[in-house]
């Protein structure tokens, strides 16, 4: 008995969010769509996010919100398939949500909502789903194989959305890059991003002493800066602006990133005009930083005078420590903490329009895969649902 492969339109590999919204799209423009996860669990990344009511995207999302070595690839799916466009989505399936902090939404109730949400859509647009379909082999002839520990099925198209390297207790793992380097596309070096940061060695106990304190600050590095809170660990920094500026660190290694304690006030002009406190720079940091944070940066007799008592070139120094606070950076937590992956399958291989390899007709990379890489708030799901949008749409 001769064993023939099923055919289909279209195979994606990947239900994360990319890969669920590309199949939505392909199955509601009538392609015979295969869904294979490899997984027991689909849109998982969904349902982690958000402390599980899920960053589902970003009022304010733009090209200028995205890391790549290409800043202008992101532009047309983007505009293909914008947030707003999402948002009516979830409003027809009556999913409340709400804007936490700059711009990002969230549900009111559970991420679980938004995975039903692509679920029904899946069904109604009859996509068939595969899960702990693992994916052993892809060959291309006349069109394309996909070998499995479920036997072997065929397509004419062939969409990767199988996410980059972060989260591998969820199922993270190389294999889009894999395939790419198959079909000889080029790979971006990866590395982590949205990751807690580990300081420098000689440092750690000064942070270890901090850990749980948290701080609203400017977070710089180079031209790049970031104005969230803070949170001191037992091995570095993280909160906010360390997650968005980690993602810039060409190397974490002997990086070093600049902190404004206090970006609402300039210290050297409140010095100047209390020069006549009797009170210590120590007490008189107190009303805007807590007490552990004032104690821990309190080491020079200077803090404990008073400020009167002080030249203008100490008190002016102390300004200088809490303004530019230098934090020499040791490495990261790694993949297994990171949110996303910067880097992935070179944007030049791939059309910005259709997400289709330029070498190889009718195979796709879409979200975290592709070296795309957005900021924490929801614009990485942006840019899953609108890179998925575009392969949905074009495969």
Known sequence: MINISPKYDVIIIGAGAAGLMAAVQAGRRGKKTLLIEHTNKIGEKIRISGGGRCNFTNLHTSPQNFISQNHHFMKSALAGFTQHDFIKLVESYGIAYHEKTLGQLFCDGSSMQIIKMLLDLCQKHQV??????SVSDVSKSDGFEVMSNMGHFQSDALIIASGGLSIPKIGASDFGYRIAKKFALNITP??????????ADQDRGFFTALSGVSNSSLVSYKNTRFRENILFTHKGLSGPAILQISSYLEKFKDEEITI????????????TIHKNNKQTPSNFLKSHLTKRLID???NTPNFHKSI??????????????IHNFKVKIGG?????????????????????????SKKVPQLFF???????????????????????YAAGNNC
């Open 128 to 133: 068939e789903i595969k899960l702990n379909c």
């Open 190 to 199: 990866t590395r982590p991003a949205l990751v807690p940061l580990i300081v």
């Open 260 to 271: 404004n304690l206090l970006p609402d006030l300039d210290l050297k002009d409140e010095f």
């Open 296 to 298: 821990s940066l309190a």
């Open 308 to 321: 009167t008592d002080l030249k203008k070139e100490s008190l002016f120094s102390i300004a200088d420590q």
């Open 332 to 356: 990261s937590e790694g993949y297994q903490k990171a949110e996303v992956t910067v880097g992935g399958v070179d944007t030049n291989e791939l059309s910005s329009k259709t997400m289709a």
């Open 366 to 388: 879409i979200g975290e895969v592709v070296d795309v890489t957005g900021w924490l708030g929801g614009y990485n799901f942006q840019w899953a649902w609108s890179s998925g």
